[in-house]
């Protein structure tokens, strides 16, 4: 059975989905999705390898590890939303744990919520910074509003789906937390790391490196009138894909 108050979208219509590829965002000049952009990409084929599977050419091994950070909105003057709460990513032996407990959001809604971060062997952008949650200082079109695109420059690439199979690397699932009639939700998920490690070395040359990376939730009421110039992702409507709330990850724990 499904936690308290993870459920997909099964039966509310349209999946939570990327649609078509978005290839290329001017920002950063690095692709934003990479094979996260196609709604029917071809899957990654895991490495047979060791229980820790090696590091991408210049990365550390991934160390064990618990990893924190606190949920803050994101676009909060626009969507009226006060999303708060933590999460909380554990690294022991062959298993990762990640946990989200939020609140402050839409009632019995389906969130995206994904793993960003920045591709190179560090996990910090060309200027030496890890990522972090973008701010309002992002919008670069002065909407006022921080959609998707404008999230590279501060924060990297989507990476990992947070949806019942993080593994699977399939943006598209349709089994991402939805919210209760109190706005909260609770997604706790256990993987292999092996397969993990071995699926993001394959598709970005990259680990998880929780220590450099951001969680964003995204989402808001189904139908919700957006300006045009806030950008989506293929042929998603905005209102599904605006960020909400964003968290930045903490080593506070062996």
């Not at 989200?100 to 960003?116: D, E, N």
């Not at 002065?142 to 990297?156: F, I, K, L, Q, R």
């Not at 990476?159 to 909260?184: E, H, I, K």
Request: charged share 15%; glycine share 12%; aromatic share 6%.
């Amino acid at each position: 059975m499904p936690q308290r108050g993870f459920e997909g979208m099964v039966g509310q219509g349209r999946p939570w989905g990327w649609g078509r590829c978005l290839h290329h965002v001017a920002q950063a000049g690095m692709a934003l999705l990479g094979v996260w952009g196609c709604a029917h990409a071809a899957p990654v084929t895991p490495v047979l390898g060791a229980r820790h599977p090696a590091a991408p050419s210049g990365q550390a091994p991934l160390q064990d590890g618990v990893y924190e950070g606190a949920i803050a909105p994101l676009n909060e003057r626009k969507t009226r939303l006060a999303p708060q709460g933590h999460v909380r990513v554990t690294v022991h032996g062959d298993t990762v744990r990640v946990l989200v407990v939020a609140s402050g959001l839409g009632p019995r809604q389906v969130y995206g919520q994904q793993i960003q971060g920045f591709l190179t062997p560090s996990g910090r952008d060309g200027a030496g910074n890890s990522a972090h949650c973008a701010t309002l200082a992002q919008d670069s079109n002065h909407d006022g509003y921080v959609d998707v695109p404008e999230t590279v420059a501060s924060s990297g690439m989507m990476l990992v789906p947070l949806n019942a199979q993080p593994a699977a690397m399939d943006m598209t699932a349709p089994t991402y937390p939805r919210s209760l009639a109190d706005g909260t939700y609770h997604y706790d998920v256990t993987l292999k790391r092996t397969r993990l490690e071995n699926r993001l070395a394959r598709a970005f040359n990259t680990s998880l490196l929780p220590a450099t990376r951001v969680i964003y939730l995204h989402g808001v009421a189904p139908g919700k009138a957006l300006p045009r110039s806030v950008s989506t992702i293929g042929f998603q409507p905005a209102w599904q894909t605006l960020p909400v709330a964003c968290a930045l990850l903490v080593k506070v724990g062996g």
